[in-house]
């Protein structure tokens, strides 16, 4: 098995090398956008094939949600094109996909957790970027595995976790939006539901969905954030209307669960049991 990791230098990216690294030593490559364009259709086939690739891991986005209503091209080209690109390839050299996508294809209006089945209906260019993207990769690489997932974070890179901290020892306190519920999901623990796909003795193609378990609102995040770092920062919830965003998010992005774990018996921590260790890792690095 030799596995391509995109976008390698990301949060998820990061955490992959790292388990990859560990539990299946020699057998991956690991490309973010300085070691390969992937918006470049015959730089892709031709890595592809040079380093014979049999699965590709691609984890690489545009993922700045609001910047992305301005910059839609951009967007476009990474979250659509890109994907185009790698899927093509693959139907071409006979390589496997795990293309990683987002809640944002759902318009948050559900009041029971998403299935892969239920209609998409993205509202921003973000998430109409990446659905765009699933469509495509579908078509042209009908074996291939969609994992949706959600409120990512990391011991590593830009994330809700390591702002909150940081603003905890800036300020005494912080407004967080309290009506929009979801589900944190640490980055580590994704990485290891890729790997139980990696090395499971089946390949069943198909949207899947993946968060940590239990749900929560940002302010709830939040919270719970700071309680780990033994934090006394006041957290002061506001609703959505209260802190505008060029880009609309979904209210609801519980993800139902059932699938990946029924399919690749992936047991998954509630987010609190996640967060903790995440939170430890920070602080005493």
């Known amino acids: 098995m030799k596995v391509l990791v995109t976008g ?9 090398r790292r388990l990859l690294d560990r539990e299946m030593p020699g057998e991956a490559i690991y490309t ?18 040079d380093n014979e690739v049999t699965h590709i891991v ?11 209503e301005e910059e839609k091209r951009e967007c476009a080209m990474i979250n659509t094109d890109a994907v185009k690109n790698l899927a093509a390839a693959a139907d071409l050299l006979g390589a496997k996909i795990i293309h990683l996508s987002t809640d944002y294809v759902f318009d948050g209006t559900n009041h029971r957790p998403y299935r892969e089945s239920d209609k998409v209906n993205p509202i921003s260019q973000y998430g109409t970027t990446k659905r765009k993207g699933e469509t495509a990769l579908l078509a042209l690489a009908p074996e291939s595995i969609i994992i949706r997932t959600a409120w990512l ?37 994704l990485a290891k539901a890729i790997l139980a796909i990696l090395k499971s003795h089946q390949w069943v193609a198909g949207i899947f969905h993946f968060t940590n378990e239990g749900a929560a609102s940002w302010y709830d995040f939040a919270k719970a954030i700071l309680r780990l770092a033994g934090k006394n920062t006041k957290v002061v ?20 669960r059932s699938r990946i774990k029924a399919t690749y018996g992936v047991e998954i921590p509630h987010w609190e049991e996640a ?11």
Request: hydrophobic share 35%; with cysteine; glycine share 4%.
């Open 58 to 68: 691609n984890c690489a986005a545009y993922t700045a949600v609001d910047r992305a």
């Open 8 to 16: 390698a230098n990301g949060q998820l990216g990061s955490a992959l």
């Open 275 to 285: 967060l903790a260790d995440c939170v430890k890792i920070i602080i005493n690095n």
């Open 153 to 189: 974070y990391s011991d590593t890179g830009h994330n809700f976790v390591r702002t909150i901290l940081g603003l905890a020892e800036k300020q005494d306190k912080i407004r967080v939006v309290c009506d929009q519920i979801g589900t944190p999901t640490y980055a580590r623990d």
């Open 32 to 49: 973010d956008k300085e070691e390969l364009d992937l918006t470049d259709a015959e730089a892709v086939e031709n890595f592809i094939r």
């Open 237 to 256: 919830p506001i609703p959505t209307e209260d802190y505008p965003t060029p880009a609309s998010r979904p209210a609801y992005s519980i993800l139902d």
